[in-house]
C-alpha cells in the first residue's frame, strides 16, 4: 500500500537532523495537535494554515516553522543519497537560480557551497536558531523577540530553497520512490502557510511558479 510504501521512504534513520519535539502540556504543543488534526481532517489546506480564533500569531508561526523543519528535513534526508558534491556541485534551482550561504559566523560573505554543503549548513542552522530559547521561548509568559517574525522570514525563505532544488534537480528521485504525493501535500502546505502571513518575498517564489502540478503560481 501506499502508506506502507511512504513508511519505507520516510524511515526514522534517513531524518537528516533529529527532529525538534513541542513539550506535552504546553500552548505550543497544544496548537501542534491542532493544526495537526486539522490537517488530517482533510481540510482544504488554504484553510488549514489560517489562525485559529483567539490563538497568537506568534505561536502559530513557531509552531509551524519547527514542524515543516522537521518534514523539510526528512524530505531532504530521504533525497540526500541522490545529492552529492558530484551530481550538484552548486547550490542551484535550474539555470537561472543559484543560491549562496551566508551567516554571522564562519561565512560573513555570500559564498557558493555544493547543494549537500548548503543543506548541512542550512540544517544546523535552523537547529541552532530553534533551540535558542532567546528567539523560540518555549516558557510560559516569556515573551517573542521582536524580530521574531524576521527571523522566521529567514528561516522559512531558506527552506523554500529546499524545494526548488528538490523539485528541478530530483523531481526523478521522487517519482521513483514513490513519495510524489507526499512531497507535493507539503509543499502545498508551506505555499498557503508562507502567502496566508505573508512571510516569503514573492520574487523567492518565482523558480517553482510553472510548477508542473499548475498550482504553484
Sequence with gaps: ???????????KDKTFRPRKK????TQRFELYKKAQASLKSG????AVVQLPPGESINDWIAVHVVDFFNRI?????????????????????????EYRWQDDSKYKKPTKLSAPQYM??????????????DIFPTRIG???????????????????RVFVHVYIHHFDSIINMGAEAHVNT?????????????????????????????WGG
Excluded at 548541512?120 to 530559547?133: R, V, Y
Design 120 to 133: 548541512c549548513m542550512l540544517m544546523d542552522w535552523i537547529e541552532m536558531l530553534i533551540n535558542n530559547e
Design 43 to 46: 481540510l482544504d489546506l488554504k
Design 73 to 97: 528535513n526528512l524530505i531532504y534526508g530521504t533525497m540526500s543519497e541522490y545529492c552529492t558534491e558530484k551530481s550538484c556541485p552548486i547550490m542551484s534551482g535550474g539555470l537561472k537560480y
Design 186 to 214: 507539503c509543499y502545498k502546505h508551506f505555499y498557503y502557510f508562507i502567502r496566508e502571513f505573508s512571510l516569503v518575498d514573492h520574487r523567492e517564489l518565482e523558480p517553482l511558479v510553472r510548477m508542473p502540478q499548475g
Design 1 to 11: 500500500t501506499m502508506a506502507l510504501c511512504l513508511k519505507q521512504v520516510f524511515n
Design 22 to 25: 513541542f513539550e506535552p502540556g
Design 142 to 160: 516569556v515573551p517573542f523577540p521582536r524580530q521574531f517574525q524576521q527571523v522566521c522570514t529567514k528561516i522559512l525563505t531558506r527552506l523554500f
